[in-house]
């Protein structure tokens, strides 16, 4: 009888640990939600907003103040979820989304509006690294792509449904019922966060959950972050849009960034703990995947940004019909990342990585040799592939990367990887921009720039004679600089190839946990 007490004890334990770890798998895929919905809902309502407050001209700060507020904070989220544990972080980060949604939801003007954008990512930033992070945590090694497959569905779900879900609040309700929204999805997420997510214990040492509140925390070094990554954001985001790539304005915020990224490496060194640490650069391993998912972001922007203009303004299609055409890779990448671990186990994350970025390389670079004007399935069949590809490539990435540090780093590791591939994003929008609209001068014999050429395509539609033939030369054009683009973001897939493999090691030194 005494050998019994224990074993019933552990038998009635288990099915509570599970069922508390599907409520806090629950709480990460409503946070994850918060996080995949916010810019796709918040587009298709831009229309309706603009008219309310006004402010046309500075209204894509609704997008690039969310996008650089969550840039910056990664990495100071990602130290902070390693000081004091991942729950309090994720904690305040879901609080400040939330308190940012609401006071969007209260907006009177467009500059009022922007400014609590930037508090919502201010706390998406906490969102998105600390629910890789925990879901890391949460499984081990064998388990791990069963979470992250659960994670990528979000991302696919809100992909499409977030545009229908903004277009018919803002058609049926009031585009403040947008940020409103979150209020209860974001409530019940906290709830199971607080209620069932609880963090063992752990010794004391750099990184780890401390009792003492006296951890040592690199403020000096997250404010020069924070200065740095926001002042070279914008000038990325700001550069050949608002100012010229050449003006006094750009030139100014590229000194002052490079100035502030010397000043961070200056401060970085003297700290005790600091915020970027050292070794996520020293590590072959992590080095590398930092550098193949900032590639990773730099050629999304191709089929992300330019693909609907594409298939509008070349193809014919609908508004929804583009969508479409854009939607179906959320369909292939889930899938190839839930399967990508039967690949990875047999010959290892590296060489996974090096199969997708190989095939994704190949299907960007047979996008320029698509017929013209062609027909919508063809575009959108490239597009399942180069899911699949990229499912296939960037999973193995993140979990080989999560499996080489303990618990005191990881945060910081997942944090550095998502810190690169959103740079990358951001980088690409700029220089794929500015590729798209040189192309577009050279084509067209003038200035312009994409946005601009596809509306005077839209205003010119059904033409004949000669503004016909302008109307066919316009498209000629748009197909040529999106074609330029493809051909830039493969060159970004066989730069990601090059890096892992030359610098990534073909076996990652893969730390074996309990459940292993």
């Known amino acids: 009888m005494g050998d019994a007490r224990p074993v019933a004890r552990e038998s009635a334990r288990r099915p509570a640990e599970a069922h508390r ?27 309706q907003i603009v008219g309310d407050l006004g402010g046309f001209s500075v ?58 954008r930037v508090v919502q990512g201010l706390g998406g930033g906490a969102l998105q690294g600390t629910v890789q992070t925990l879901a890391a945590d949460l499984y081990p090694l064998r388990e791990r792509p069963r979470i992250q497959a659960r994670l990528s569905t979000v991302w696919a779900v809100s992909a499409v449904a977030g545009p229908a879900v903004g277009g018919v609040l803002a058609a049926y309700a009031d585009w403040r019922w947008i940020f409103l929204v979150n209020l209860p999805v974001g ?14 214990q752990r010794e004391s040492g750099p990184g780890s ?27 990325l985001v700001q550069g050949g849009v608002a100012w010229p790539w050449l003006s006094a304005p750009s030139l100014a915020l590229f000194g002052a960034g490079l100035a502030l990224a010397g000043l961070v490496v200056v401060v970085e060194r003297r700290a005790a703990e600091p915020v970027v640490p050292g070794w ?20 999304m922007v191709a089929p992300t940004v330019f693909l609907p203009t594409y298939a509008q303004a070349v193809l014919g299609l609908g508004p929804v019909a583009a969508g479409f055409v854009l939607s179906v890779w959320t369909l ?18 590296r060489d996974t990585a090096l199969l997708g970025i190989g095939a994704a390389a190949l299907i960007l670079l047979a996008f320029p040799f698509l017929p013209y004007p062609g027909a919508a399935w063809q575009p959108a069949l490239l597009m399942l592939l180069l899911g699949a590809a990229l499912g296939l490539f960037q999973l193995p990435l993140i ?59 839209d205003a010119g539609t059904g033409e004949a004679g000669a503004a016909g033939a302008a109307h066919e030369a316009i498209r000629h054009a748009v197909a040529s600089a999106v074609h330029a683009v493809y051909l830039g973001a493969a060159c970004a897939a066989a730069l990601a190839f090059v890096v892992l493999l030359c610098v990534a090691p073909r076996r990652f030194p893969v730390l074996r946990e309990p459940g292993d």
């Open 209 to 235: 959950v401390r009792s003492a509140p006296r951890a040592r925390v690199d403020w000096a070094g997250a404010l020069a972050v924070f200065a740095c990554g926001g002042t070279l954001l914008t000038a």
């Open 21 to 47: 770890r599907g409520a806090v798998v629950a709480a990460l895929m409503l946070a994850m939600a918060l996080a995949a919905l916010d810019s796709t809902i918040v587009a298709t309502a831009v229309p």
């Open 187 to 200: 409530a019940v997420a906290l709830w199971l966060i607080v209620r069932h997510l609880h963090e063992p």
């Open 399 to 457: 979990v080989g990367v999560q499996s080489t540090v303990g618990w005191s780093e990881r945060g910081t590791a997942t944090a550095s990887v998502l810190f690169c591939r959103q740079t990358g994003q951001t980088v690409g929008a700029a220089v794929f921009g500015a590729v798209a609209n040189g192309v577009l001068a050279a084509r067209l014999g003038g200035a312009g720039d994409l946005d601009s050429v596809t509306r005077a395509l």
């Open 280 to 299: 996520v650069w020293r590590r072959r391993t992590i080095a590398a995947v930092n550098l193949a998912l900032g590639a990773l972001g730099l050629l």
């Open 59 to 116: 209204f894509s700060w609704l997008f690039s103040g969310y996008l650089l507020a969550v840039t910056v904070t990664l990495p100071v989220y990602g130290k902070l979820s390693d000081t004091f544990g991942r729950k309090p972080v994720l904690v305040v980060g879901a609080a400040l989304f939330l308190l940012g949604s609401l006071l969007c939801a209260l907006a009177w003007n467009m500059g009022a509006l922007i400014a609590f």
């Open 332 to 349: 292939s990448w889930p899938v190839s990342a839930a399967l990508s671990q039967h690949v990875y186990r047999r010959v290892g994350f």
